[in-house]
């Protein structure tokens, strides 16, 4: 069985950073693209940042230089570093891993108010 958790998630004021966590268990996490992706209310899914089995890595451009995505395959977990956060930056952050199928996490929220 299949499951991504994730966690770190909660409200954070403009500025301030966060920390989030996907764990991963029921595949060979070292194998498979992870990837962050948020949902805002009123807004499609979209994604966040991507990493692939070989660490490159790319972001969504209202991201760079401020969310840095990094992965531990001894942990089988990948994390999404947020600094320098914005009211924008609110939404469920989800969690995806991507190889021949798509997995997806529950979801975790992340709330940047003052």
């Known amino acids: 069985q299949v499951q991504l958790v994730e966690s770190g998630g909660g409200l954070v004021q403009p500025g301030g950073s966060l920390r989030l966590s996907c764990a991963a268990s029921g595949i060979a996490f070292r194998v498979y693209a992870m990837g962050w992706y948020r949902q805002a209310p009123g807004k499609q899914r979209e994604l966040v940042a991507k990493?692939?089995?070989?660490?490159?890595?790319n972001y969504a451009d209202s991201v760079k230089a401020r969310f840095t995505i990094f992965r531990d395959n001894a942990k089988n977990t990948v994390y999404l570093q947020m600094n320098s956060l914005k009211t924008e930056d609110t939404a469920v952050y989800y969690c995806?891993?991507?190889?021949?199928?798509?997995?997806w996490g529950q979801g975790t929220q992340v709330t940047v108010s003052s």
């Open positions: 995806n891993a991507d190889w021949t199928q798509r997995y």
């Open positions: 990493i692939t089995s070989g660490g490159s890595t």
